[in-house]
């Protein structure tokens, strides 16, 4: 997988406004006891793709087995979907499409981590597909499905663990937002990874063909705060 850095710097500057929340009010519900902790990720081995269209974007189910660690909490990858545009901007502008990865703690399922990576388009040679090396998502087959909240068996399947690849030194902020999809939860922990994910133009422009602009507006900090990290692992 190959990815482009941002500075920590022009990552601050990308949550100067943020897609934080499906209100404006300041988030109180998100665990910032040790606001000094870099997340420890445990993604790994290879999940069928299961796919469906609930309406408002593709969400792919996962298979058990990876997970997010923070403040003592294990967080269980449940699901990713996409928007596009971007729902947090660099310096004010939006990339084509940005990924959620969102995680279930493990003694309480109803608390939330949101693991967001930024894509654009970047035709280079040799790019598989949305996660290249990771596996290709079957796109076109997952856009294609009618709305409904039952997951469709597409065939293949991805390795999270290609797609976690971004390595030492890599960027990454957290706060406290929401969901900015329905049911709009409170209190779920933000990570924002650094670094800008490649994706073909035409896996992006048969995106945008089904979902044009199904992101949430960014919202202002409105007190949140910001912590920030390079990656050491």
């Not at 502008?93 to 940005?98: F, K, R, Y």
């Not at 076109?140 to 390595?167: I, M, R, W």
């Not at 490649?198 to 044009?212: N, R, T």
């Amino acid at each position: 997988m190959s990815f482009s850095l941002l500075s920590l710097l022009s990552l601050l500057s990308l949550l100067s406004l943020l897609a934080c929340s499906c209100t404006d009010t300041p988030d109180t519900g998100a665990d910032d006891t040790d606001t000094d902790a870099e997340p420890e990720w445990g993604y790994s081995g290879e999940t069928a793709l299961n796919a469906y269209n609930p309406g408002y974007y593709i969400r792919y189910e996962v298979d058990a087995g990876s997970t997010l660690t923070w403040n003592g909490n294990v967080y269980d990858l449940v699901q990713f979907h996409f928007h596009g545009q971007s729902e947090h901007t660099i310096e004010g502008q939006h990339t084509a499409v940005e990924i959620h990865f969102v995680h279930a703690r493990q003694d309480d399922a109803t608390q939330l981590a949101v693991v967001a990576m930024l894509a654009d388009a970047d035709d280079v040679s040799g790019l598989v597909g949305v996660f290249d090396a990771g596996g290709a998502l079957l796109f076109p087959d997952a856009l294609a499905l009618t709305e409904s909240h039952e997951a469709t068996a597409l065939g293949g399947s991805v390795d999270l663990g290609a797609v976690f690849g971004f390595g030492k030194g890599t960027p990454l902020l957290h706060y406290g937002g929401s969901l900015t999809t329905p049911p709009c939860s409170e209190g779920v922990e933000f990570f924002v990874v650094g670094s800008l994910l490649p994706m073909l133009s035409a896996d992006i422009a048969a995106f945008h063909a089904v979902y044009d602009y199904n992101y949430r507006p960014v919202q202002p900090l409105n007190g949140r705060i910001v912590t920030g990290w390079y990656v050491d692992r």
